[in-house]
């Protein structure tokens, strides 16, 4: 596998590059968020170890949560690269933070090298095992061509109307948090409240009607995109 490690703490790092490297996978690693976005955006990836709290370039002490901005940038450009976020074991709102920014799964520091290759493996094998066409009601999702089709034709989406619907449908029937669905519709510099996620929400679902599939909201929950009855 090739992998990106992001890891700040140079101990850390070194045995982990060596774990890695030794049981035969290629290996990148990165201390800082400006060379871990250089590394993310310019090479593909089987996975990525992600540490969340990351110091800029320069900078002697990590930021807390600097590592959930690389990951949502990374989800926002439709990145789907399988990420094992690296958290203080006993942190469970770090670990909360991780999985709705876009995380598969977690491990809490300190952990057994060998259960981060096994997660490793489980996550990339749980990728590449994922149907490539997804469909509900008339609705397909062609993961590959990166196509949403209703009836061989594309549905034309301005492009986060289509980023939120792609995590809609992977897969569908999960429901995902407003948080989640929040970042992929906002900026850096901005927040999207309740009030604007629903007309944004309520706007797709007019454009997916007569498509057989419809998008349910679950209250204090998120949204559930399924096959309208």
């Not at 991780?98 to 300190?110: E, I, R, T, V």
């Amino acid at each position: 596998m090739r992998i990106l490690l992001i890891e700040d703490d140079a101990v850390l790092q070194a045995v982990m590059l060596r774990s890695l490297s030794d049981a035969g996978h290629r290996v990148d690693a990165a201390s800082h968020l400006e060379e871990a976005a250089h590394y993310w955006q310019v090479q593909a990836y089987d996975a990525v170890l992600l540490d969340l709290n990351l110091p800029l370039n320069g900078q002697p002490h990590s930021a807390a949560g600097s590592g959930l901005q690389l990951l949502r940038e990374a989800r926002r450009r439709g990145d789907r690269t399988p990420v094992l976020v690296l958290t203080a074991r006993n942190r469970t709102d770090e670990r909360i933070a991780g999985l709705d920014a876009g995380a598969d799964d977690y491990l809490g520091k300190p952990f057994d090298l060998e259960e981060v290759e096994a997660r490793l493996r489980a996550l990339v094998r749980r990728t590449q095992g994922a149907d490539d066409r997804v469909q509900v009601g008339r609705l397909v999702l062609l993961r590959k061509n990166r196509r949403i089709v209703v009836d061989d034709v594309d549905l034309a989406l301005p492009a986060r109307e289509f980023e939120v619907l792609w995590e809609l449908m992977t897969p569908p029937g999960r429901t995902v948090s407003k948080r989640v669905l929040s970042d992929k519709l906002s900026g850096f510099d901005e927040a999207l409240g309740d009030n604007a996620l629903e007309a944004f929400i309520s706007r797709l679902r007019k454009k997916l009607a007569h498509t057989g599939a419809t998008i349910r909201t679950l209250r204090g929950m998120g949204y559930l995109l399924e096959e309208q009855v």
